[in-house]
């Protein structure tokens, strides 16, 4: 261990892993984590079959990440499946989400007059194209905030509510006064990643999980003359007279380096809590009630509909992506914690499961870096969202590429590699 390094990356979360978690946990680990040390009932299959996420995140197929992983070429170690719904929660009913103006016209989510409207507002989104002023019909997105682009076509307060938080993925209703063009952007993106697989969601989600994703990270650091260190308990990082890193030590060796890239645990003076996520998770013996049977889906739950301060998210997933005995289910159900009560928190998520074979719950805090990087050489990524989803998670990888590289990651990258999603 006593050699120096550009770079070393503590920890083995996503983030981490892209940047050189969410390690997958089996079932009699997640029966340890949170029952202590009964074996897990044979009722639930066999351990050696469970690849149980503990921050699930489903991926845009046209989104940031995918374009990530193509681009460091790690998508050859990897499989894809497309995910089989998208759905919210609107009026105490499960919906599936409209994307496109022919689906607004299906969609039971609105009546005949707000569907003719809903098409509308959907054809300009699909015919808006930033760099051509004719299709933007005399409107700036960059000075016209979200609420009065959508005002514009009439739309009532439930459609706002789908458009803002199941397609344009906005966690809170603070999008509605800042510019229009990101939520455009966003919606876009979402009617992009659902053409591609012409499935029934934008999702894409590796088989047997996402551990899969730092072990491939590893071999494709391995390829290009990265090492990695496994079992390094207890590292600390060394700093010099100046105050920045320089190293870490672990079991009395020290690996010499120039930067640190890390998360929020290994330097807790250097980071502070924003916040707090409820979780739970369940295992079923089914699929996740109206929702067309769907082996995997995704349902958002608009904090408006529920009164929160921010969205609720299900997640589920099964043995048709190899993270669960056949037969079995795996969903969490994840917000922004406002009291210290997951359980009664997370109610309105879990009642929409149906009969649970297992459930147990958790909260984590979230952190955020407060140090300068550029005086201490520390580069730290922030705590995991509550979300399902991971545009936000790899917006933080891309800004830390940024200032550790100084240079910005052309993503503009053949989305056909990772065609495999499609099998």
Excluded at 134 to 143: A, N, P, Q, S
Excluded at 401 to 412: F, P, V
Aim: hydrophobic letters at 35%.
């Amino acid at each position: 261990m006593d050699e120096e390094y550009d770079v070393i990356v503590l920890g083995t979360g996503l983030k981490e892993c892209i940047l050189s978690g969410l390690l997958s946990v089996d079932g009699l680990k997640l029966w340890k984590r949170f029952r202590g040390s009964d074996k897990p009932p044979a009722h639930l299959g066999p351990s050696r079959d469970y690849n149980v996420d503990m921050i699930p995140k489903f991926m845009m197929a046209n989104g940031t990440l995918v374009r990530t992983l193509i681009h460091t070429d790690v998508t050859k170690y990897l499989s894809f499946k497309a995910v089989d719904g998208s759905y919210v929660f609107n009026k105490g009913k499960i919906h599936k989400v409209p994307a496109t103006d022919m689906e607004a016209l299906k969609s039971p989510l609105m009546g005949l007059f707000e569907k003719r409207r809903a098409r509308k507002f959907f054809i300009y989104v699909q015919n808006y194209d930033e760099s051509d002023p004719k299709t933007h019909e005399g409107l700036d997105l960059t000075r016209v905030t979200a609420k009065e682009f959508i005002s514009k076509y009439g739309l009532d307060d439930n459609t706002v509510d789908f458009i803002g938080h199941a397609l344009a993925l906005h966690r809170d209703d603070r999008y509605l006064n800042e510019p229009a063009l990101d939520t455009v952007k966003r919606i876009k993106l979402y009617e992009e990643s659902l053409a591609r697989f012409q499935g029934g969601s934008p999702y894409i989600y590796p088989l047997y999980g996402l551990g899969e994703l730092p072990q491939a990270f590893a071999r494709l650091s391995a390829v290009y003359g990265g090492t990695y260190m496994l079992n390094k308990p207890e590292c600390k990082v060394e700093f010099d007279m100046e105050g920045k890193a320089c190293g870490v030590t672990s079991e009395g060796e020290t690996a010499r380096c120039k930067k640190v890239v890390c998360d929020p645990s290994y330097l807790p003076n250097k980071v502070r809590k924003v916040g707090k996520v409820a979780r739970a998770i369940a295992i079923m013996s089914h699929p996740i009630p109206n929702t067309d049977e769907s082996h995997s889906a995704q349902v958002i739950l608009p904090q408006k509909q529920l009164g929160h301060k921010s969205d609720m998210y299900l997640f589920c997933c099964s043995y048709s992506h190899n993270v669960a005995p056949k037969g079995k289910f795996i969903a969490f159900v994840s917000t922004e914690a406002e009291t210290d009560r997951p359980e009664v928190e997370l109610k309105p998520g879990i009642d929409l499961l149906g009969p649970v074979d297992e459930l147990f719950f958790e909260t984590y805090d979230r952190y955020e870096p407060v140090n300068e990087p550029s005086l201490d050489n520390c580069f730290i990524s922030t705590s995991y969202d509550a979300t399902t989803h991971f545009e936000s998670t790899v917006m933080d990888v891309l800004s830390m590429y940024t200032m550790i590289t100084g240079k910005t990651l052309d993503l503009s990258v053949d989305l056909s590699a990772a065609s495999a999603a499609e099998e």
